[in-house]
């Protein structure tokens, strides 16, 4: 079957559109399930505390810092994909410039941010040996750091910038 360049549009089109499916359920589900859990930890009647608390602030922190780098790949793929289709060359800009990048990263920073500091928001219930809070500490900097590096992150396809050079006029 040979293919012609509307079969390739519209997998293009579905590509873009499965890897913006993606992104918006994760974008939703995070926030969510971080909420719930934290308004849990915070308001429980058996919310727990102590190493628990540690462990768990930490676990929830990693994992949204691992659903953050596997979701700016998958922001790259996009990029990609629509760098593909001629057709989305011209789109309109996002209001005020803030774009999926930039939302993103915003929500999944705050939502990592928020898990790092509750152990502090508690003093009461993380009455801590020092090597306890050293061991928090050590490993909240790490993935804090992860975190503030991969919102600085540049987001660009392969070929982006050698794409963007040759579609200005006289190329």
């Given amino acids: 079957m040979p293919i012609n360049a ?28 971080s909420g719930v859990g934290l308004f849990a930890l915070l308001f429980g009647e058996h919310a727990p505390g102590g190493p628990i608390l540690i462990v768990l602030s930490l676990f929830a922190a990693t994992v949204t810092f691992g659903l953050f780098r596997w979701e700016l790949k998958n922001i790259q793929m996009c990029r990609f994909l629509i760098g593909l289709d001629s057709e ?21 920073f705050v939502t990592i941010l928020t898990w790092l500091v509750l ?17 928090y500490l050590s490993v909240a900097v790490v993935i804090g750091i992860g975190a503030m590096y991969s919102l600085k992150a540049s987001i660009k396809s392969e070929g982006e910038e050698s794409n963007s050079e040759s579609m200005k006029p006289g190329s």
């Fill in 119 to 135: 152990p502090g928001l508690l003093p009461q219930r993380t009455e801590l040996s020092v090597s306890w809070w050293i061991f």
């Fill in 88 to 108: 989305t060359k011209k789109h309109p800009k996002p209001p005020q410039g803030i774009d999926k990048v930039h939302a993103e990263k915003g929500i999944y």
């Fill in 6 to 33: 509307d079969t390739i549009y519209t997998q293009l089109r579905s590509d873009i559109r499965a890897t913006d499916d993606i992104s918006f359920k994760l974008i939703g589900i995070v926030p969510l399930v």
